[in-house]
């Protein structure tokens, strides 16, 4: 039987455009973008046309997409550039690590308070704003770990009128809800593109117009003397290819999965609702998450067993409290939010994911806690 694959989240299955892409592409000689021969300036076009797909999924100019190595870097460029040598970076204790770290290592920072489900109040941003002047503001569009989303726009108003620019993480929600950075405001939003079906190793990162961008890798002029390195063509080739694909019929594809994937992680829940010690984290309501990622409490067990015995059943999941796949270290964002954050599980889906693959978790699932709960 084949495995169920619920952690799309982290690596969504690559699309069939995708992988089609990626294939005529390496068909053909290899070619550095920045010369001037013919060869190269065919690979450009092919970048510049990526870059297209994917500023039109959010709403962007094609000059606003810079492509980068992962969220990861597309985060510290952002948070390094916001900061500017130094100053006071406002930013809560459930951001990516990436997030965190690079502004403890550029700024200092100050921590923004979060309510039960995760989420900066416009409260919160207000007083800590009165506190001080503010370089940076760090947001999540929606958290990686419970897919809790927020309302944006006020709190970039907030920080704007306070003179602080504003850094975006928009990776979980991209290409699963409609995404106009327009709209949303940032100075800096961070996109993700293995999470859409494309390959892992290229991300995105997307520019306030008239905002001038320095390069945290240097050593090149390329990406418009944003980030220096030779691209990642097949990686940006097949982003693109991802994005187009959602981005096809006026966004309609892109509706169709989020309905799709909302149907899913709906039968999900109603399955788990039986299972004694487990309840849902984050946002209780389905229009306060995203819709292809739940994330449950287990009580009673932790979650590297869970993980194991889920695997050992041929389900693959993740839990909420690492970023690192090498670890299961404690949760800062269910910490902050008062949650017990050893027992997390985090279940995801994709373009790919079936309803036999969610049975299949349902009929495993309990048989995992009941063992483990039998060798206590």
């Known amino acids: 039987m084949a495995r169920a694959f619920l952690d799309c989240a982290s690596a969504a299955p690559l699309r069939p455009e995708v992988t089609a892409m990626i294939a005529e592409w390496l068909e053909l000689p290899q070619a550095d973008p920045g010369r001037s021969y013919e060869e190269a300036l065919i690979v450009r076009r092919a970048i510049e046309s990526a870059r297209d797909e994917v500023a039109r999924l959010v709403g962007a100019t094609p ?37 965190l770290e690079s502004a403890a290592r550029w700024g200092t920072i100050e921590p923004l308070e979060v309510d039960r489900d995760g989420r900066v109040t416009p409260g919160a941003l207000r007083e800590a704003l009165e506190r001080g002047t503010a370089s940076l503001v760090c947001l999540q569009l929606a958290n990686h770990e419970t897919g809790t989303t927020l309302d944006v726009a006020p709190l970039v108003e907030l920080a704007h009128a306070a003179g ?23 100075d800096f939003t961070t996109l993700c593109a293995e999470g859409i079906g494309a390959p892992m190793g290229v991300g995105g990162l997307v520019v306030r117009k008239g905002l001038r ?26 982003f693109g290819a991802a994005a187009g694909v959602l981005a096809a019929d006026g966004g309609r594809h ?46 009673g067990v932790e979650a590297e067993p869970v993980l194991l015995g889920l695997d050992r059943y041929g389900v693959s999941v993740h839990s909420g409290s690492a970023c690192s796949s090498e670890s299961l270290e404690r949760s800062e964002v269910l910490a902050a939010m008062g949650v017990d954050e050893d027992h997390s599980l985090r279940v995801s889906v994709g373009w790919s994911t079936t309803e036999l693959e969610i049975d299949a978790f349902l009929a495993a699932f309990p048989k995992v806690l009941q063992e483990l709960r039998d060798l206590r």
Request: with cysteine; proline share 5%; charged share 20%.
């Open 213 to 238: 961008l320095s390069p945290l890798v240097v050593g090149g002029d390329q990406e418009r003397a944003r980030r220096g390195g030779l691209e990642n063509v097949v990686g940006i080739l097949g």
């Open 63 to 99: 000059r606003q997409v810079v492509f980068t190595s992962s969220i990861a870097e597309s985060a510290t460029t952002a948070v390094a550039a916001g900061l500017r040598g130094g100053g006071r970076v406002l930013v809560a204790p459930v951001e990516r690590a990436s997030v």
């Open 164 to 186: 602080a620019l504003v850094h975006l993480d928009a990776s979980i929600a991209f290409g699963h809800v409609d995404l106009d950075v327009t709209e949303l405001g940032a």
């Open 254 to 299: 892109l509706h169709r999965e989020a309905t799709r994937s909302a149907a899913l992680i709906e039968h999900l829940e109603r399955g788990c609702a039986g299972f004694p010690g487990v309840r849902g984290v984050g946002d209780p309501s389905p229009t306060g998450r995203v819709p292809h990622v739940r994330c449950f409490i287990v009580e």
